[in-house]
Structures are given as C-alpha cells and as structure tokens.
C-alpha cells in the first residue's frame, strides 16, 4: 500500500449479506442457528481487525461531547459583563420569645461516695453486731457498726478520728469533737477552746448514754490508784494538822500558873529589898544586904519578862511547810488518778462524716467476719447531678439558677445549681452540681448511675419580642446600632430601596439579638439585610 492510499477494510460476503437484510445465496442454504453464528462470528472479525479504527472514533466522540459542555457552561467576557449582579442578602424580622440556655451533661448518683474505715489498733477486729442494710440511712448518733461489742457512732465531722482523745490532749480534733457534740445537744463546755476538759468528759459520757452503752473502761488498776491517792490526801492534811498544833504550842505564852509564879517571885524579891532598906544595924539579927535584895530584885523581873518573850519556832513552822506539800502532791496525785477514770473516746468508737445524713451504699463486712479494709461505702443520702463545662459557659452560671433534665418517662425534672468548681487553669473544665426536686424511689433507681443532658437557661425575654440575626446590626455614627430593611425586592441589589431604623438592642442568645426601634419602625416579618 502507497503511502497516498487510504486503508481499506474488505467487509465479508456474509457480513454484507446481513446488512442487506440476510436474503442473500448464504441464507438459502443455511437454516436460522447457522445465520445467527454466522453474525457474532462476523462482529469479532470486525473488531478484532480495526480495534484501531474504533478507538479514534471512541475519541472523537468524547471530544465533541466536552466541546458541547464546555460551550454549555462557560461564558465569554462580554457575555460576562452582562451577567445580572447578586440581590441582597435578607432575613426575616422573627417574633417571639428568647432565650440563652447552657447545655452540658451530668451524671446522676448520690453525692460525695466514701469508703469507711474503722481504727482496730486499740483493740479487737471482730464485727459482733448487726451491720447496716444497702440504703440504711445513717444520722448523727446512729452506729454505723458494733465491733467486740463496742460502738462505732456516727458524729459530723471533716477529720477522721485518728487517736483517743481523753482529758488533757488538744488539737483540732478536740475542737470538732466539742463542735459535734454541741450539734447533737450535748454540753461540752468551751466551744472554741481546743482542750478535752472535765466538761469535754462528761459530754463523752452522756454521748455513749444516749447511744446506749457503757463509756469505755479505764485502764486496768485505775480505779484502784484512785482509792490509793484520796487515803494519801487524807494522810497528809492529818501531818498539816500535828504540826500546827506543835506550831501553835510552841508560839504560845505562859500559863497562867506560871505566869503567876513569876508575879509572886518578884513581889517576894521587892518585899526582901524593902525590909533590907528598912533594917536597924545593931539589931539582934544582922541586916540583909541591900545590893543583894536589889539584884534578887531585878533577876524576878528579867525571869517573869522572859516568860512571855517571842519563842523560836522554826522547826515547827518547817515541819508544817513539809507537812502542807505533801497535801500538795497527795491533791496532784488524786487528780490524776481521777482523771485516768474519766469518760475518753477511743479512735475505733466513733466515725465522723460531712453532709449527715448519709445513705449506705455497700457493706463489706457481715457479722463474725474480721475487719480488713473498707467495711461500708456510704454516700450523702440525697441525689446529685454532677456535670462540668467550659469555662466561657460556666461563668454565665451561678449558684441557685434553675435547670431542667429529662426523667426516663420523658418529662422535665427540675434541678439547681449548688456549687461551682473552677477547674485548674483556663483550658480546663469546671464542675457543676445539682440538686433535683425530689424524686420518688423508682426515679431514683432508674436514674441512678446515668448520664442526663441538663438545660440551664442564663437569660430570656419577658414574652414576645422582636428578634434579628446578629449579623443584620450595624454601628451608625453615633454608635448607635442599626438595621436596615429592605423595601423593594432584594434581588435588584444595589438598586433595592432600602431604609435604615436606629435599634436598641437586649438578650442575644442563639446567633440572635432582641431588637426594638428607637428610630424608624420595625415589624414581624420586615427584610433585614445580612449581607450583599
């Protein structure tokens, strides 16, 4: 073949023959499976032999469908500058009321669970009474567990109990345990001092009156130790007793005896010198001596004065000193021992919680078993929602707001904000909690455990109002806000008559604000502009 030629195909007799209707010399002789064979047979030749000549025309097909598309869609530059421009962008004006409402999820349980531990260091570890049922409701002075026939009682409290407190400790724990008791109607003296005193004791006494035991026993010899230091006292005020007798004894003056000797011997010594001064030499007796009569004189008087001369009593003034210090130390004595029989509270004995009554929730102990851990868990008798929320959203909130979250019969439950968290930083969640109306013990079972999706609404409208998107207001010149409302159609764009009315705006909630006019009117259903 030239390379001028152009390539022919030789199409077969009896492919001819089909085309021509199959009437031909080959039908006369082959009956109707024969033609049909004939025919596939045919169309694989065909294909086989000008795979190349089908594909250009596959091509050409293919392009003159894009080429009539093309020309569908895409619009020359001069039909461009005659295309209609775009209409206003336009809201209705809404009515109705509005409001801003937070959601977030929270989840329903009773509040503030805790495991119970019971201190069993001071003494046996063996459950001998009944143990509290799952839901029994604990209260201050309810016993949470009788452990070797011992109380644990239940007071209000933040700090366990971790030692015995008895008369002469302090500290914090003294102070809750004379709050609790004062809470619970017992005298427990000075309320703000931290001192377990003598009136601490008492109260601890009349606490396990009420409970209904016996206060703990003192020490082993106690009682004894007592009896010993009151005969003590009684020995030393006996000694305070003989020595001042011998005080008094040896400060005391003359008696009467002696001290009326001692008169009769001066008055005996005066006579004599008078009767020596009044003597006649030369007489039959011979005169006394003058000088003598006159010392005898003055030795009476120096006698009777010393008779009633201060005396020296020291002895007996140190022997009462010594005397009265041993009633000291006997009184120190008594008093300690005294106070080692006093009413105590042993750690073991009593279980301080928050936010009494308390609902017991599981027990892990049964009667005759041995503490080890955990004996109960026990949570606040009432049900708490507890959700958490961004912080954007948490500080719209505030303590006593109402909220709403669907009961499982699908209607609204009331609730109230009771307290909220911050969260660490800034990025971090708060949380919030909940207190719901009462629930009846079914809801609560039902409820118990699940996640609700709780509505808090943080602003509405008192009724109707007229409302527009957020994005129809503009500032005017004075600062004003504005929208403006189209009167004609808004696809004429630019050519739209519009108006401009001065708004005050109120709640925004939901990608809308409240609106009223303050310039111009404003209605149900008038066009604002959004956007152009």
Do not use: H
């Not at 604990?138 to 015995?164: D, F, H, K, M, Q």
Request: charged share 25%.
């Amino acid at each position: 073949m030239k390379d001028d030629e152009t390539p022919t195909t030789e199409m077969p007799a009896d492919f001819s023959e089909l085309i021509e209707g199959g009437d031909g010399p080959a039908a006369e002789k082959t009956d109707s499976t024969d033609v049909d064979m004939s025919r596939v047979s045919g169309w694989r030749r065909i294909l086989r032999g000008n795979r190349t000549l089908w594909i250009v025309a596959l091509c050409a097909v293919v392009s003159l469908v894009a080429g009539l598309l093309v020309g569908r869609f895409l619009i020359s530059p001069a039909e461009a500058s005659e295309a209609p421009e775009p209409g206003l962008v336009t809201v209705p004006v809404e009515f109705g009321s509005l409001s801003n409402d937070v959601t977030l999820r929270a989840d329903v349980g009773y509040a503030d669970a805790v495991e119970v531990t019971i201190d069993t260091t001071g003494g046996g570890s063996v459950v001998t009474g009944s143990v509290p049922e799952v839901g029994t409701t604990l209260n201050p002075l309810s016993i949470a567990l009788e452990v070797v026939g011992r109380p644990v009682i239940v007071l209000p409290g933040e700090l366990p109990a971790y030692r015995t407190l008895r008369f002469g400790v302090s500290g914090p724990d003294v102070l809750q345990l004379k709050q609790a008791l004062v809470s619970v109607g017992i005298d427990a003296g000075d309320v703000t001092s931290n001192t377990f005193d003598q009136a601490t004791a008492n109260a601890v006494g009349q606490l396990y009156a009420q409970a209904g035991y016996p206060a703990p026993a003192p020490e082993e010899g106690a009682d004894d130790a007592v009896r010993s230091a009151e005969q003590g006292v009684r020995d030393a005020q006996s000694s305070v007793t003989q020595a001042q007798q011998a005080l008094t004894a040896a400060g005391a003056g003359p008696s009467k005896l002696e001290s009326w000797q001692a008169d009769v011997k001066v008055a005996q010594a005066e006579q004599a010198l008078a009767d020596a001064k009044a003597c006649v030499p030369g007489g039959e007796s011979p005169c006394p001596s003058i000088q003598q009569a006159e010392w005898d004189v003055q030795t009476a008087k120096l006698e009777r004065d010393q008779l009633w001369s201060a005396k020296n009593t020291g002895s007996e003034k140190a022997a009462l000193d010594a005397a009265r210090s041993q009633v000291d130390a006997a009184n120190e004595a008594l008093e300690s021992a005294r106070q080692s029989v006093l009413p105590y509270l042993p750690a073991g004995e009593v279980l301080f919680l928050t936010e009494l009554p308390r609902r017991v929730d599981a027990v892990n102990v049964k009667r005759g078993s041995t503490i080890q851990g955990s004996v109960m868990t026990v949570s606040g008798a009432a049900v708490r929602l507890t959700g958490a929320a961004a912080e954007a959203d948490a500080r719209l909130l505030k303590v006593g707001a109402e909220a709403t979250f669907e009961l499982p019969d699908g209607t609204q439950q009331r609730a109230v904000i009771t307290e909220l968290k911050p969260g660490k930083d800034s990025k971090a969640r708060w949380d919030v909690l909940f207190e719901p109306d009462p629930l009846t013990a079914e809801q609560i079972t039902q409820l118990q455990g699940s996640n609700v999706r709780v509505q808090i609404a943080v602003g509405a409208t008192e009724g109707d109002v007229l409302s527009v998107p957020l994005a129809a207001l503009t500032a005017g010149p004075g600062g004003e806000s504005r929208v403006e409302v189209v009167e004609s159609d808004p696809r004429e764009g630019k050519d739209a008559e519009t108006r401009t009315v001065v708004v005050k705006t109120g709640l925004a909630a939901k990608g809308a604000v409240e609106v009223s006019a303050v310039d111009g009117d404003l209605e149900e259903g008038d066009l604002v502009v959004v956007g152009r």
